[in-house]
């Protein structure tokens, strides 16, 4: 009976270890992607970052919920402080949609450095969000530009190359072909954020396939959260 107890010990526990090991050694080691805008272009890696002094904090209550929700003896490199009265909270699915977490977006980010042509992330927001910071890779196309503006075509013309969007006749006819449309990841500012939701709404409007569009709710906010890479926008 011990034998048999062990056995099952081994299959049931041994994997969810090692997934563990490998969930932790994947989000520090990081993922090596290449930001670009306007011609300039920056090899970056992105990863969960710790400082040394951050490394061996102890997660208990008078550490990580005390004061400004962390005590005031931890260093400010191990902290960040946001608000928490702004927004309007998203549901956890929108349009029938994947939503995924931040370990889903390095993994994303593999696909995008790998095969860019068929994936892309997008950072949904203005472009002076974008500019300030972003997740490293990601394209700016701002959810007031993914419906077609006659007075601003540049801005479609991006939104149809960023998704490998094909026109089909006259642009106007607002008849496209998205059977090489690109997977993409999108995101805005966080879960209060509704600008990736917009962006989402706008573009399943103009037919492309839902299967192809993920939502990563989480957004900025949650990525600062968990101390993951950033990146000016800009390259500045």
């Not at 006749?169 to 993409?184: M, P, Q, R, V």
């Not at 993920?214 to 993951?228: C, M």
Request: hydrophobic share 40%.
């Amino acid at each position: 009976m011990k034998v048999i107890y062990t056995l099952i010990f081994l299959v049931l526990f041994q994997p969810l270890s090692l997934l563990s090991q490998d969930l932790k050694e994947f989000q520090f080691d990081g993922v090596d992607v290449t930001h670009t805008y306007e011609g300039k272009s920056l090899d970056i890696t992105v990863k969960r970052e710790m400082p040394s002094e951050c490394a061996h904090l102890k997660i208990v209550k008078d550490t990580v919920f005390g004061g400004d929700l962390a005590n005031e003896a931890v260093s400010k490199k191990c902290k960040k402080t946001f608000v928490t009265t702004i927004g309007v909270v998203q549901p956890m699915q929108i349009f029938g949609l994947k939503t995924i977490g931040e370990i889903e977006v390095l993994h994303f980010l593999e696909k995008v450095s790998d095969d860019p042509d068929k994936y892309t992330l997008v950072d949904a927001r203005k472009v002076q969000w974008y500019l300030d910071a972003t997740i490293p890779s990601a394209v700016n196309i701002p959810y007031t530009e993914v419906k077609y503006d006659e007075d601003v075509p540049e801005d479609f013309d991006k939104v149809l190359h960023t998704f490998n969007i094909k026109v089909i006749g006259d642009l106007k006819d607002h008849n496209y072909d998205f059977s090489e449309a690109k997977t993409a990841v999108i995101f805005c500012n966080g879960i209060w954020c509704g600008q990736s939701k917009m962006a989402i709404k706008d573009l399943l409007d103009l037919g492309y396939p839902k299967e192809k569009l993920i939502w990563y709710r989480g957004g900025v906010q949650d990525w600062y959260l968990l101390g993951f890479t950033t990146i000016n926008g800009d390259l500045k």
